[in-house]
């Protein structure tokens, strides 16, 4: 299909994933009307200021000017789009269910029609297209038609997600609005997975939960790693190489955070609950979880004792690199938790500082790494930016006044941090200063064999 046939399209809501979805099929050749209530951010696109830190998003937004199209008047989606996708926020409510406020006010908006389908990309529990077809019947709008087609994209890589996805979910009634949706991610070459409504919106939040819980589980394994003397960073090399498990996300560390992994894992187990079951393993992964983020300041009371008047530094803020989202980051735990404890907190961040100085009172923002650590009795790593792989770690060591770095995301090598005079911590590593042979792994005909260190040397195992 040439771009000259692709059909228009509206995206209602702008944030992370509506401009991303916008420009993505912009790319792609459609034209793509862009529906907003907050009507200083559809201003701000309108003159090509893009409100979010999305790596390439600003170079696609603005290579595709003339195809997308900004506006506060979901009229416009109507005039000009039968497929409206809707990407507002679901953020959590006290009770920890999905707040759908915002999409229903979008589903209120609709008038009866037969020739328009809402196509949902935010993440909704299981049932929400069917509450929203019966509301559609109940208003005489039962042509309406609804499509659920949950995101999977993860911020900082949200371009390439978009355009090389894994797959491409879509349940629908089996009718012309999901046909289109079809046709829409044809291009893409992705698998494309037809299936009813339910199962569509639970894949998304069981691919969550699943990934949160592996996040979890490594950071237990990491945890009972300290008590023995291994190392997780092995240990999850040595497990990651079994194709039943895989190597992504197994890296221990303080937690996750985010827009999506805590807020959804919540409301399934909410969800579950909801429907009288307990979703058990749920429960753990969150607690888990919570625990993580906290243990930065037992490792620091460790090596500190108290931290009443203790400078101590942050780098890195934002809930992942390539962001500058701050949303349930483990930073915003972690410096209130160290300001309840007396210390004194400086922190930087290549590109969250707004947003992070929205959220976070009683820090000081630093103006580069370096800055931060000036003076400091400890530094942790708190977001594994790239930049920080080259921080020249001696002239860390100069500039502080104590030398504990505490590693939060095992992103240093323990011997070139201990070789510049500092002392290392990270999460689930040996906190004793020897050299660990790298595990080896030995291909022997067929099986895989491989070789794990261990204080006392190495074993071989066969599998
Ligand atoms: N951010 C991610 O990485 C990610 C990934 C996959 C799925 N999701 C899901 O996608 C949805 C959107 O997430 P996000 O991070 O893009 O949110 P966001 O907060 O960045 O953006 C939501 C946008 O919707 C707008 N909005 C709110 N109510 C509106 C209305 N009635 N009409 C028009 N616009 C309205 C807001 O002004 C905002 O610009 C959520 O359900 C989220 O769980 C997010």
Same mark, same amino acid.
């Given at each position: *299909? ?5 059909? =228009?399209?509206?995206? !209602? ?11 993505? %099929? ?23 200021? !893009? ?9 696609? /937004? ?22 409206? %996708? ?17 999409? *229903? ?14 196509? *949902? ?10 509450? !929203? ?18 995101? %999977? ?33 044809? =291009? $893409?070459?992705?698998? !494309? ?30 945890? #009972?790693?300290? &008590? ?5 960073? @092995? ?20 937690? %996750? ?27 753990? #992964?969150?607690? #888990? ?21 203790? @400078? ?28 309840? @404890? ?8 290549? /590109? ?11 820090? &000081? ?25 080259? $921080?020249?770690?001696? @002239?860390?060591?100069?500039? *502080? ?12 090598? =323990? ?13 689930? +590593? ?5 050299? /660990? ?11 895989? /064999? ?10 071989? +195992?066969?599998?």
């Amino acid at each position: *299909m040439t771009a000259t046939e692709r059909e =228009p399209i509206a995206v !209602i809501g702008t944030g992370y994933v509506g401009l991303v979805t916008a420009a993505g %099929f912009a790319e792609l050749g459609n034209e793509v009307w862009c529906i907003d209530i907050d009507e200083a951010k559809i201003d701000g696109l309108s003159e090509g200021r !893009i409100p979010i830190w999305e790596p390439g998003l600003e170079d696609l /937004v603005l290579k595709h000017r003339d195809r997308l199209h900004f506006s506060t008047d979901v009229a416009d989606a109507l005039e000009h789009a039968r497929l409206l %996708f809707v990407a507002v926020g679901t953020p959590p409510t006290y009770s920890g269910d999905a707040d759908l406020t915002a999409v *229903m006010s979008v589903v209120a908006s609709m008038p009866a029609s037969d020739r328009h389908a809402l196509v *949902m990309k935010s993440t909704v529990p299981a049932g929400t297209g069917d509450t !929203i077809k019966r509301l559609f019947r109940e208003q005489g709008k039962e042509d309406f038609k609804y499509v659920s087609c949950p995101e %999977f994209l993860k911020e900082g890589s949200a371009i390439a997600d978009f355009l090389h996805p894994d797959r491409v979910v879509i349940g629908d009634d089996d009718d012309w609005a999901g046909d289109a949706v079809q046709a829409l991610y044809a =291009p $893409l070459g992705a698998p !494309i997975l037809r299936m009813d409504i339910r199962s569509a919106e639970m894949v998304k939040l069981a691919s969550n939960a699943f990934l949160a819980t592996k996040i979890s589980f490594i950071n237990e394994i990491a945890n #009972v790693c300290e &008590e023995t003397g291994a190392d997780v960073t @092995e240990v999850a090399r040595g497990m990651g190489l079994d194709e039943r498990i895989g190597p992504k996300f197994l890296q221990a560390g303080i937690g %996750f955070g985010g827009s999506c992994f805590p807020k959804d894992v919540t409301a399934l187990k909410q969800l579950a609950g909801n429907s009288g079951y307990h979703f058990q393993l749920l429960n753990a #992964v969150i607690e #888990v979880n919570e625990l993580q983020k906290r243990r930065v300041i037992a490792k620091l009371h460790k090596h500190l004792g108290t931290l009443v008047g203790k @400078e101590i530094a942050l780098l890195g803020l934002a809930f992942k690199p390539n962001t500058d989202d701050m949303r349930e980051a483990s930073s915003l735990v972690l410096s209130a938790r160290l300001s309840s @404890e007396g210390a004194t907190v400086r922190a930087y961040d290549p /590109v969250a500082e707004e947003e992070a100085r929205k959220l976070i009172p009683n820090v &000081e923002f630093a103006p580069s790494a370096l800055d931060a650590v000036d003076g400091a009795d400890a530094v942790v790593l708190v977001t594994e930016w790239r930049e920080f792989a080259d $921080l020249d770690l001696a @002239e860390v060591a100069e500039r *502080m006044r104590g030398s504990l770095l505490i590693d939060g995301r095992n992103f240093y090598d =323990p011997e070139a941090v201990r070789d510049s005079g500092l002392t290392y911590e990270g999460i689930g +590593r040996s906190t004793e200063d020897k050299t /660990v042979a790298p595990a080896a792994i030995i291909d022997t005909d067929d099986k895989v /064999v491989s070789a794990i260190t261990s204080d006392a040397g190495i074993h071989t +195992r066969g599998r």
